[in-house]
């Protein structure tokens, strides 16, 4: 069996589990290592060696060290799992459009309203539901007649916007009016290798 690949993370980001997510669902071998970030760990000088930015989630591949979630599931799926990614240069293209979604709009609305809640985030709750609500808008569109962001299976279009939408209530953020985001989240969740994110409930913030 070959090597795990490292994975530095954090329960309740949504950046890493994303990554968890993907490599779970791809059966890629990895190990997964839990960063103290209440403590700072993050911002220590180990951790900075792999990260200067002092962030999760980090991956360790052999030599090869790759930060930030979306470019981690690009290299992922390039070399692990091109079934989640393509070769054609419009599946490509459509791919990457979710992903920059997911770093951009997903990130200002859901995940920040999440972090308002759980974090004490000094962040706009207003702003953040306008962004919300536009963001889950667009995918609602999107997913009008489709089980899957991109193509006929799933990519990691999906994964890179499973984590934070799935978690949009714990920011305050109601998915009831968004049946079709809702069955995307259903139809990842029925994956097999599938890992949940813990909620706040899980005590992991007491």
Do not use: C
Not at 56 to 73: C, H, Q, R, Y
Not at 98 to 106: C, I, K, N, V
């Amino acid at each position: 069996m070959s090597t795990p690949i490292k994975v530095y993370s954090f329960p309740l980001s949504g950046h890493a589990h994303r990554v968890e997510l993907f490599a779970s669902i791809a059966g890629i071998n990895h190990q997964v290592i839990n960063v103290d970030l209440p403590n700072g760990e993050h911002k220590q000088p180990a951790f900075l060696k792999l990260n200067p930015a002092g962030q999760v989630p980090v991956i360790e591949d052999g030599e090869v060290i790759i930060s930030d979630s979306n470019a981690i599931l690009v290299y992922l799926a390039k070399k692990y799992a091109p079934n989640f990614y393509s070769e054609d240069a419009q599946t490509v293209a459509e791919i990457q459009r979710f992903l920059t979604l997911a770093a951009g709009e997903l990130a200002f609305g859901p995940a920040a309203a999440r972090l308002i809640t759980v974090f004490g985030a000094p962040f706009d709750p207003e702003f953040t539901q306008m962004i919300s609500d536009r963001v889950l808008g667009k995918l609602e569109s999107h997913l009008a007649d489709k089980d899957w962001l991109v193509g006929d299976k799933p990519s990691i279009a999906d994964i890179a916007i499973y984590s934070y939408t799935a978690h949009a209530p714990e920011g305050n953020v109601s998915l009831d009016p968004y049946p079709n985001v809702r069955r995307l989240l259903s139809n990842i969740e029925s994956l097999q290798g599938v890992v949940a994110m813990p909620t706040t409930k899980a005590g992991l913030l007491a």
